[in-house]
């Protein structure tokens, strides 16, 4: 159970941000012992790849803060996040971390279904942010753009860490980014509303 709300956490960071899941999990499974990736995933401990990771999350952490081109990023990001959520699921599947220490009691005969799951979990968060972050540009011409996007930073590497620390807390970030993301779309419909109701004749 615990590996899948371990999967399940790296693969909702990844939609909000493809690299910092990811980044997290090769740097801990290289300097801590908090995460021990199976032969198979140890790739991810490459020095050289974790240097691209890292290159790659400060161009999307620029980029994902300037108005207009966020959304570019968003567009682009559509094909990356889903594919670093099924990789970091697929990892944490088959990871032995603090709190799983039979990692291959899931999962086991079929190693591409973890990976399947983390795609459709990340595509599914990736939407959320992309619709939230098109509302939230709209009202405030792009200015909201730096600040929603530090948010979102820092839930990602959050939920990246009590992914593999506490995995049962997993639950409560994914719960409260549904619920936010349902209050956001309410906000943005009555506003819709309200602008039609309006307009002269309406």
Same mark, same amino acid.
């Given at each position: 159970?615990?590996?899948?709300?371990?999967?399940?956490?790296?693969?909702?960071? &990844?939609?909000?941000?493809?690299?910092?899941?990811?980044?997290?999990? %090769?740097?801990?499974?290289?300097?801590?012992?908090?995460?021990? #990736?199976?032969?198979?995933?140890?790739?991810?401990?490459?020095?050289? @790849?974790?240097?691209?990771?890292?290159? #790659?999350?400060? @161009?999307?952490?620029? /980029?994902?803060?300037?108005? *207009?081109?966020?959304?570019?990023?968003?567009?682009?990001?559509?094909? =990356?996040?889903?594919?670093?959520?099924?990789?970091?699921? %697929? &990892? /944490? /599947?088959s990871a032995?971390?603090?709190?799983?220490?039979d990692p *291959?009691?899931?999962?086991?005969?079929?190693?591409?279904?973890? !990976? !399947? +799951?983390?795609?459709? @979990?990340?595509?599914?968060?990736? *939407?959320?942010?992309?619709?939230?972050?098109?509302?939230?540009?709209?009202?405030?011409?792009?200015?909201? /753009? $730096? =600040? =929603?996007?530090? +948010?979102?930073? +820092? +839930?990602?590497?959050?939920?990246?860490?009590?992914?593999?620390?506490?995995?049962? !807390?997993?639950?409560?970030?994914?719960?409260?980014?549904?619920?936010?993301?349902?209050?956001?779309?309410?906000?943005?419909?009555?506003?819709?509303?309200?602008?039609?109701?309006?307009? $002269?004749?309406?």
């Amino acid at each position: 159970m615990f590996e899948v709300l371990t999967g399940t956490g790296l693969a909702a960071s &990844a939609g909000l941000n493809a690299y910092i899941p990811l980044l997290t999990v %090769g740097l801990l499974a290289k300097y801590t012992e908090l995460i021990s #990736l199976p032969q198979s995933w140890q790739w991810l401990e490459n020095p050289f @790849i974790l240097l691209i990771l890292g290159g #790659l999350l400060a @161009i999307e952490f620029v /980029a994902d803060k300037v108005p *207009a081109v966020d959304h570019v990023n968003d567009v682009l990001q559509t094909v =990356v996040r889903p594919t670093a959520g099924g990789l970091a699921f %697929g &990892a /944490a /599947a088959s990871a032995e971390t603090t709190t799983v220490s039979d990692p *291959a009691q899931f999962f086991s005969s079929n190693q591409w279904v973890p !990976v !399947v +799951v983390g795609i459709v @979990i990340s595509l599914c968060v990736h *939407a959320m942010k992309a619709a939230f972050r098109a509302g939230a540009n709209a009202v405030t011409v792009g200015f909201a /753009a $730096p =600040v =929603v996007s530090v +948010v979102e930073d +820092v +839930v990602a590497v959050s939920l990246s860490l009590v992914a593999i620390i506490l995995p049962i !807390v997993v639950v409560v970030f994914v719960v409260g980014l549904i619920l936010v993301f349902w209050w956001a779309m309410r906000r943005r419909r009555a506003r819709r509303e309200a602008r039609l109701a309006a307009r $002269p004749g309406y």
